[in-house]
């Protein structure tokens, strides 16, 4: 069988089960759905594996299958004045990327799907959640294969709409469609960079196909740091910010946790969020030509990675460490991007998709233990009474933090590695930055493994009486993951460690054009070996020093722990509170726009004052008295300044939000008077 | 004289239409409105007439003047517009509206008389599209089969939704 | 004397595009905001119908039909809308409906 010619199939079988399920699934018993979906996913996976597996065969190691002319050639002219057809097919490209892609997305969806009929086997709409959720699949199958912008903008808006519609499942609770909403519309602000950067593209390319975006990128007619492909790339980048969650968009991300576990396991650990790690490794031949986006991207990735690290160390509600910890990790792949090293971050995806979603699903089971309990204050020496849970769990915790061996290892250290030889910036500050992050990550996986499995138990009279292991058909896929968690990272076996790194090599049709670029104009000094074995040392050193701490805070000595929180109560609330990014967007985005101002004003100047005293009050005291003057005249008059600016520009922003349909179109009127004004003048 | 005469008749027909649509957004009473549109519909069915499209102008006249001008006097009839005749009848911004609308006027005219010159839509071609309702029904119903299949599944559900909008009370 | 130049006919459905664009900004009243939607619909019927006869070509009238189908689904569904309001808010003036201020 010539499942090459079959890789349209993948994407349509899990939309057939969506289809059954959105339009008889109500009729259907739940063990009949519950075979249906998870099977539709096998099936896709299986093809896929088939598929991959002829594809090695090929010499030139990409195939292109092409369904039919989508959006047909209309003729436009390009930004240099030659003519070009707008072409994009319902076609689909299988290539070394693609196919690492398909089969993580397939091979960890069906393990999520068989997880989550145990998981939500108590739940009302199950055949809705599992439509929503074949339906994601395909969306996301969609993006992967696709074989240009246009159709990866399809599945890209599609995971939205599936994500918007899972986070928001109970949406009976106002939290949870509060978040769905959050998360669609910060999606959004991403989008719009993506469809203007597609834009930017036909006018630059004439083409948004990739074999031929990325031909006419790597034929030397444009030179490094090309105005064009700098404002493409970074438009790009503001949509990977969106879906992948990095700062300044991530907010919605936590929220998302709103959803049910395996919806936050699949689509907000390991798959949908990788989005767009994956859009920037496809454009990676723009990317090295321009870098000042190269720049941005491992800013952003790196300080997202530390930011979120920080966060996540103060959490108290067990998905949300794991939702701060995503953030972090996708920090690192975008951080790899940004120091040119695509397959690194490629790797890390990887690694991150089995052990995280490993994460979420144990996390899952420990809920579901629960009876629905999710503060980790309440938990506590559950290692006994859930084995399989705590066994699995700890696998990925060991290999999320980089124990030596566990997948997690290599993609992190070799992510660590490459931005410590980084071409681009300062690779010492990013390496640095990552390392105290790899600290940090440590810190709060062992603090989250400690005040859930061991130590004395504070699990409440009533939970404990319920608590029980999960069924087998959640705790074998657990046992999966864990196996995959382990072994995962055993294909990029580095080099120096005497392994041949098989995921660089079988990347290499698609990195090998971005890479020459970026090594003809960096100038490339040797490292010895010596220096990686240096830093693989450091990084495990501050792993377990990480995981030493907390376990000397939360287990050995719980009272230190406690009194060093006291200390440093304003760093303490700060955290716990998500540094207010979320009180500041709402008073700057939400509330500026709707609210008259007195009342902003007053709303964000309380909060502000809140966290700006509380965090400030600890440096106050050490500076006695004397800082009476400037907490009063400086802190204050500096948080009613920016709540002051803040009024004053959200302004012209309010006035328009006048709810009046009439003037929103004559918005459209004015804007048409413009447009037909700028031709009549020219 | 021959050739004054369509023309004659396009104008005036024109001019029906124009007055009839200035009438139609002034008036105070909403039926006098619909009563003013079904006049600048039929005055749109004569210039199709004019145009040869004779299939056309009966659906103008069938469809738009006997179904949805008596949906909207029935929906006109159910809402009480007795409070609203009383009512301010023109929104607060709406002589920048009229200023605004009638530069977009003069531009377009601007734009469409210098593009007569220079392109070449000035002169219709000779001849008519007969037999009209044959040609028609072949567009429809084979060069464009799907959309017409997908436009009667629009129909429907905006048949459903109205229904659905109307109904007093859900469930 | 050609008979009448198709700029003509454009320039009319200009016209008549703009007096219904009019009506739909500044009327306060939703039906007859409604009934200027229709006016802005036959002005592209009679733009469709005069490149047909220009061009020789039946497109044009099979789009226009396609465009009568939508008034109709439209007017269907609006008034629908309408009425709906109508039952709830007790108004029908468009500025004062602003819920989407909040």
């Given amino acids: 069988m010539n499942f090459l010619e079959l890789i349209w199939m993948i994407p349509l079988f899990p939309a057939a089960g969506a289809v059954a399920m959105l339009l008889f699934g109500k009729k259907m018993p739940n063990w009949l759905v519950s075979i249906i979906c998870p099977g539709m996913v096998f099936t896709s996976f299986l093809v896929s594996v088939g598929a991959v597996y002829q594809l090695s065969s090929l010499p030139e190691r990409q195939f292109e299958k092409i369904l039919y002319s989508w959006v047909p050639g209309a003729s436009f002219q390009m930004a240099n004045g030659q003519l070009s057809n707008l072409g994009a097919d319902w076609g689909f490209l299988l290539d070394p990327l693609s196919s690492i892609m398909i089969l993580v997305v397939t091979g960890v969806g069906f393990l ?104 006419q990128a790597g034929s030397g ?17 503001i949509g990977v910010t969106g879906k992948s969650a990095q700062v300044p968009l991530y907010v919605w991300l936590p929220d998302a946790m709103e959803g049910p576990t395996p919806v936050s396991a ?92 490993l994460l979420f699903l144990g996390a899952g089971s420990v809920i579901h233990a629960m009876s629905g309990e999710q503060d980790m204050r309440k938990m506590g020496g559950l290692a006994k009474k859930i084995p399989y849970t705590h066994a699995t769990f700890l696998v990925a915790a060991l290999a999320i933090i980089g124990t030596p061996l566990f997948s997690g290892f290599f993609s992190k250290d070799e992510i660590l590695w490459r931005a410590f030889i980084s071409p681009v910036g300062s690779g010492i500050l990013l ?187 600890w440096f106050t005291r050490l500076t006695s008295t004397a800082s009476m003057w400037w907490d009063k005249w400086i802190v204050d008059g500096a948080v009613r300044l920016t709540a002051l600016v803040v009024n004053l520009t959200s302004y012209p922003a309010r006035i328009l939000q006048t709810g009046r349909v009439q003037l929103y179109a004559f918005s459209i009127l004015t804007g048409l008077l413009i447009f037909f004004s700028y031709y009549l003048f020219k | ?127 008519s599209l007969q037999p009209n309702t044959q040609l028609i029904a072949l567009a429809l119903y084979r060069d464009y089969l799907l959309p017409f299949e997908l436009a009667s599944l629009l129909l429907l559900v905006a048949m459903i939704g109205a229904v659905v909008l109307a109904k007093k009370d859900l469930k | 004397m050609p008979p009448v130049p198709t700029a003509h006919y454009v320039f009319l459905s200009a016209a008549l595009f703009t007096i219904g664009m009019i009506g739909v900004l500044t009327r306060r009243n939703v039906v007859i905001i409604l009934i200027s939607i229709e006016l802005m619909l036959n002005a592209v019927n009679i733009n469709l119908v005069a490149f047909s006869n220009l061009l020789q070509s039946v497109n044009g009238q099979a789009f226009a039909i396609f465009v009568i189908v939508d008034a109709a689904a439209e007017a269907a569904v609006g008034l629908g809308i309408v009425i709906a309001l109508f039952r709830n808010k007790e108004t029908i003036q468009a500025d004062e409906i602003d819920l989407m201020k909040w």
């Fill in chain 1, 112 to 215: 999520i799907h068989v997880y989550a009929t145990g998981y939500m086997s108590h739940e009302g709409g199950f055949y809705r959640f599992f439509g929503y959720l074949n339906l994601f699949m395909f969306s996301m199958l969609t993006l992967v294969l696709a074989n240009n912008y246009l159709l990866l903008f399809v599945g890209w808006e599609g995971v939205g709409v599936c994500s918007y519609l899972l986070i928001g499942f109970y949406f009976h609770k106002k939290s949870a469609s509060d978040a769905g909403k959050k998360a669609f519309i910060a999606n959004r602000v991403g989008d719009a960079g993506v469809v203007l950067g597609m834009f930017t593209m036909l006018a630059t390319f004439g083409s948004i196909r990739y074999t031929n975006v990325i031909a």
């Fill in chain 1, 221 to 237: 007619n444009f030179h490094i740091g090309d105005a064009a492909i700098t404002a493409i790339t970074l438009l790009l980048f």
């Fill in chain 1, 266 to 357: 699949l689509i907000h650990a390991a798959t949908m969020v990788t989005a767009g790690v994956y859009l920037m490794v496809r454009s990676n031949i723009l990317y090295v030509l321009s870098p000042d986006t190269m720049a941005v991207v491992a800013g952003v990735g790196a300080f997202t990675a530390i930011f979120a690290a920080t966060i996540g160390i103060a959490q108290y509600d067990i998905k949300r460490v794991l939702a701060y910890s995503t953030v972090s990790q996708l920090g690192y792949m975008v951080l790899a991007c940004g120091v040119g090293a695509f397959g690194a971050g490629v790797f890390h995806l990887m690694t991150h998709a089995f052990f995280k979603a």
């Fill in chain 1, 431 to 617: 390496y640095g930055v990552a390392l105290i992050t790899a600290g940090l990550t440590a810190f709060y996986i062992w603090r989250l493994m400690f005040m859930t499995f061991y130590g004395e138990s504070r699990v409440d009279h009533h939970a404990a009486h319920h608590l029980h292991e999960s069924p087998p058909v959640m705790t074998i896929p657990l046992m999966v993951l864990a196996v995959l968690s382990l072994a995962g990272g055993w294909i990029g076996w580095p080099t120096v460690l005497g392994g041949s790194n098989h995921l660089e090599h079988w990347l290499e049709p698609v990195l090998g054009p971005g890479a020459k670029i970026l090594e003809e104009h960096a100038a490339h000094g040797e490292h010895a070996h010596s220096t990686e074995y240096m830093l693989m040392a450091l990084s495990v050193i501050v792993a377990f020093s990480g995981l030493s701490l907390a376990y000397y805070f939360f287990i050995k000595n719980r009272a230190a722990g406690d009194s060093i929180a006291q200390k440093f109560s304003g760093v303490q609330k700060l955290l716990e509170n998500k540094y207010y990014v979320d009180e500041v967007y709402n008073a700057v985005f939400v509330r500026g726009m709707v609210m008259n101002g007195g009342e902003a004003l007053s709303k964000f100047d309380a909060r502000v004052i809140d966290g700006g005293v509380n965090g400030v009050a």
């Fill in chain 2, 1 to 127: 004289m021959q050739s004054v005469l369509p023309s004659l008749f396009f104008y005036a027909l024109a001019t029906m239409i124009l007055v009839s649509a200035v009438v139609t957004i002034t008036r105070r009473n909403a039926v006098h409105s619909v009563i003013w549109l079904i006049s600048t519909l039929l005055g749109i069915a004569g210039l199709f007439l004019h145009q040869h499209a004779e299939f056309l102008a009966a659906v103008q006249v069938i469809v738009y003047i006997g179904g949805i001008t008596v949906l909207f006097l029935f929906v006109i009839m159910l809402v009480n517009l007795d409070e609203a005749a009383k009512k301010k009848q023109f929104a607060g911004q709406w002589k920048i509206v009229v200023i605004c609308a009638g530069a977009l006027l003069a531009e377009l005219g601007f734009f469409i008389f210098k593009g007569a010159e220079g392109f070449y839509f000035a002169e219709p071609a000779g001849g």
